[in-house]
Each structure stands twice: as C-alpha cells, then as structure tokens.
C-alpha cells in the first residue's frame, strides 16, 4: 500500500516517533478488515 507507506512517512516526520508511527499502523490495518 504506496499510499499507506506515504502516511507512515508523514507521522513519522510529524511526531519524530517511527514506534508510535508502527502501532498507529497497526490499528489502520486492523480497521480495514472486513
């Protein structure tokens, strides 16, 4: 997912925290399941 990659990078620059970055990841994935 190019698009969800971009959106990891943005929170990343944003909070300066790839962690927290990865768990917000994390529920992002966990949401989009049917």
Do not use: N, Y
């Amino acid at each position: 997912m190019p698009a969800l990659e971009l959106v990891m990078e943005v929170v990343v620059a944003i909070t300066g925290d790839r962690e927290d970055a990865e768990k917000w990841k994390a529920k992002w994935v966990e949401a989009q399941r049917p």
